[in-house]
């Protein structure tokens, strides 16, 4: 077995040393990096070539990369590095993998070439002044020979003991059982649909009941898989922390059940060699939040690349490393938890994390997917979250009353630049008078002062280190992010700006407003990232209509859609969809009495728990206050605006088997989906709601659009976000064959055809009529 390595990735292993340090020096974009690349290589004379390619082997090793320049009769390979401000500020660990990469790229220029001696350049170029910056050393084949060895000897001794792991971790996932005797129904075909589409390298979109197990029916086949896919990784990817943990926790179960013993003093994970790790975000792993992330200031990144091997080597061996694991490795090393998890990304199997590591704008997952030449499988848990995720991602605000915070203190020379932008902002929306205005065209004018300004702040932070003023970095990175995406601002984004009200900014002279680039459609974002996958199984219990998730997603037109049958039976679950009830906003006031016996009178024909779930904190508030007035023996809990994750807990920890009591919350909030309450912990809901977004200008603006698009302006804006959620909601109630209970659909509307069709095709909805037989009373006729 033999083990490729790209040079970057070879001296990253071998070549840093010395401290984390991550003091914010503006750096080129990606862009900005190839565009200098370009300048460097024009200077050059004809006969220099670019992008060389060039591979060597060492044992077992064979290490690949492209030179960026050799000059044929000069005999000079060239490493090329864009950069901003002063080059003597560079980290000392940087330079270091700088020069040794380009010994690699000599060594293997002189072994391809027949070459006795070369020189090696490392051309640094300033991004701000274009100019070069270039430092040489004449090398000879035999001393570029030793490094060379020294580094692949190094690394070869890593390599062997990941090929040994990767032998018996595929071994071990042929072999891969079960944790139960067979099957749910449904289950199976839905692991079969995600084993065919990795092993044909597919996208597949699966809906799935609820409590089906969509989880381990997803885990298990694309782990199953992964030898004969050639996978090197497989990402679980989560819209919610709750499901990280249902993700680590069914990986826990599969290592526990293959053939480990029942011993808890015994590694259950000896059995299933898979490296997991769960990737928390920087904000929950800081051990210092109070301190910078360089060695002047925290003790973890001091000398993290010097501990880092070591703790590396634990880790590995530790194989499953959730949030706890992980930091209780990286502070008996001493370095970072938060950088150690990046780090070991690259050596692990399984990485569970949020959405934005794989799908983010500048994500950490296919970036290193790239560089490394991963083949990976993409789990996309709760798939149905994934648009407005996107677009979020992939929309940028700008606040006006900013520009004016940091315009009032910003140094001298940053003073024009910034200038610049506020009259071109002001000219933006001098005339007008409507508070929102959206568009689909960009402001010119003003995105190229901003991006003028990006630059002159980005040259200023170069040359004058930290500490910066906070306001004006932070001006600088949302500038710089919005500047981004307009780069890829087309038919899928609007331009709006809203006009702050007269009266909300204090001491303005004139109009202030915020401007923001808004996605619409996230397809053209996400293409490329669905593309790069191997493969990409999206599952949910709410995927319905395909075609909507196809769209806003940007699968391939080859993708696979199955609808899984649902496991349970109409006779689990009574549906009712509510007459004479409406819960438009104009009606709510009206509907308060007839909602709170209806629900009093589930209560008390058939005492349990219930979770009622309402459009907004206002009318549950209103709901939960009516009950509590005409049905006061029936216990109630209440959502909060300002539930923390303890108060979340403590919630949901009112629904205990054999309970009884009704549960208030909001539709589309943290209880309407993710949430396990099986059994007698849930008999029944209530929903007084359709779901539908709010109508508002951004809406109305996303409406057309669609309309524009899809010629499905209000189905695709409105009516399926909303039932998605109505549906997630009502989920809650049947988890597993035994379950029994009752849903309540409150509302006129649940009776449209449209409506209808948007609800599982399992259940059997039967209509309720509710009419006043006296005062205070509700009659229910069938």
Known sequence: MSWTVAVRALCEYTAKRGDLDLRFTPSPTADEGRAGHLVVAGRRPAHYETEVAVSGTWGELTVRGRADGYDTLARRVEEIKTYRGDLDAMRDNHRALHWAQVRIYGWLLCEKLGLDAIELALVYYDIGTQRETVLTEAATASDLKAHFDDHCSRFLAWARAEMAHRAARDAALTALRLPFDDFRSGQRTLAESVYRAAVSGRCLLAQAP???????????????????????KLYFLTAKSS?????????????????????????????????????????????HPDKACHGESCPLARGFYDRLPAARHAAVAARRLDRAALRAIALDHGVCPYYLSQELVRWSDVVVGDYNYYFDVSALLPMLGAQNGWRVGVLVDEAHNLPDRARSMYSAELVQTRLDAVRRRAPKPLANALMRVHRRWNALHAAQQESYRAGDTLPADLIAALEQACATIGDYFAEHPQPHDAELERFYFDALHFARLAERFDQHSLFDVTLAPPHAVRGARSKRSTLCVRNVVPAGALRPRMAQAHCVALFSGTLAPSGYYADMLGLPDETVSVDIGSPFSAAQLDVYVTGGISTRYRDREGSLASIADLVG???????????????????????????????????????????????????????????????????????????????????????????????????????????????AGFDYTYLIPGLRKVVQAAGRVIRTPEDRGVVYLLDDRFSRADVRA?????????????????????ALLP
């Not at 069914?250 to 769960?278: C, N, S």
């Not at 029944?684 to 109305?700: C, H, K, R, W, Y």
């Not at 948007?758 to 509700?778: D, E």
Request: charged share 20%.
């Open 243 to 287: 499901g990280r943990q249902l993700a680590l926790d069914t990986l826990q179960r599969l290592a526990q059940a293959q053939g480990a013993p029942e011993d808890p003093a015994v590694d259950a994970t000896a059995a299933l060699p898979l490296r997991v790790i769960e990737l928390v975000a920087r904000e929950k792993s800081c051990e």
């Open 758 to 778: 948007l609800l599982p095709a399992w259940w059997r909805v039967q209509t309720w009529s509710v009419g006043t037989r006296r005062a205070g009373a509700v």
């Open 210 to 232: 609820t409590g089906i197990g969509k989880t381990i029916g997803t885990l298990f086949p694309l782990l199953k898989a992964c030898p004969r896919a050639g996978l090197d």
């Open 601 to 711: 009178e589930q209560f008390a024909r058939q005492p349990g728990n219930y979770l009622c779930f309402f459009s907004s904190y206002d009318y549950l508030e209103r709901a939960a206050n009516v009950f509590t007035s005409r049905h006061a023996h029936a216990p109630v809990w209440l959502q909060s605006r300002t539930m923390d994750e303890a108060a979340q807990q403590a919630f949901i920890a009112r629904f205990v088997p054999d309970g009884c009591g009704v549960g208030f919350a909001v539709l589309g909030g943290a209880f309407g989906e993710g949430v396990d309450l099986p059994g007698t912990r849930l008999i029944g809901t209530f929903i007084a709601t359709l779901g539908l977004p709010q109508v508002n200008d951004v809406n109305e603006q996303m409406r057309e659009r669609m309309q524009q698009l899809y010629g």
